[in-house]
C-alpha cells in the first residue's frame, strides 16, 4: 500500500491549492480516505475525509465550506480543494486511508491504518 501527496506550495491568504493523493495496492472505491495536517507545535488533525463506499464526506468546522475532498477511482487519486485559505491553514499535510470498514467521521478522529508521506502548504499573510 502506497500514498504519495503532491501539490503543496506557497500560497498568499485567500488563495486556493488543490493537493493530489495518488494510491496504489488498494482500489478506491473501497476504504476510507482522508487528508490530515500538522501544524508546528501542534497535534496531527483529520481534515477531510470520505468514505469511498457511500461517498459520505466529513469536515471539521474550522475547514467546512473551504475544503472539499474529492476522488477519480480511475486515475486511483483522492484530491483536496483547498480555497480561501488562511494562515492558519499552513501545516504539513498528510493523505491517509483505513484499509477496513471506516466511516468518514472515524476516519478523521481516529486515525488511519496506512499514511503517505506530507506535503508542505503555507499560507502567507
Known amino acids: 500500500v502506497q500514498l504519495q501527496a503532491s501539490g503543496g506550495g506557497l500560497v498568499q491568504a485567500g488563495g486556493s491549492l488543490r493537493l493530489s493523493c495518488t494510491v496504489s495496492g488498494f482500489r478506491l472505491d473501497f476504504p476510507a480516505v482522508g487528508w490530515f495536517r500538522q501544524a508546528p507545535g501542534k497535534e496531527r488533525e483529520g481534515i477531510s475525509c470520505?468514505?469511498?463506499?457511500?461517498?459520505?464526506?466529513w469536515y471539521p468546522d474550522s475547514v467546512q465550506g473551504r475544503f472539499t475532498i474529492s476522488r477519480d477511482a480511475s486515475k486511483n487519486t483522492v484530491y483536496l480543494q483547498m480555497d480561501n485559505l488562511r494562515p492558519e491553514d499552513t501545516a504539513i499535510y498528510y493523505c491517509?486511508?483505513?484499509?477496513?470498514?471506516?466511516?468518514?467521521?472515524?476516519?478523521?478522529?481516529?486515525?488511519?491504518?496506512?499514511w503517505g508521506q506530507g506535503t508542505q502548504v503555507t499560507v502567507s499573510s
Open positions: 470520505l468514505s469511498t463506499w457511500n461517498d459520505i464526506t
Open positions: 491517509a486511508a483505513h484499509l477496513g470498514h471506516s466511516s468518514s467521521h472515524a476516519l478523521c478522529t481516529n486515525g488511519p491504518t496506512d
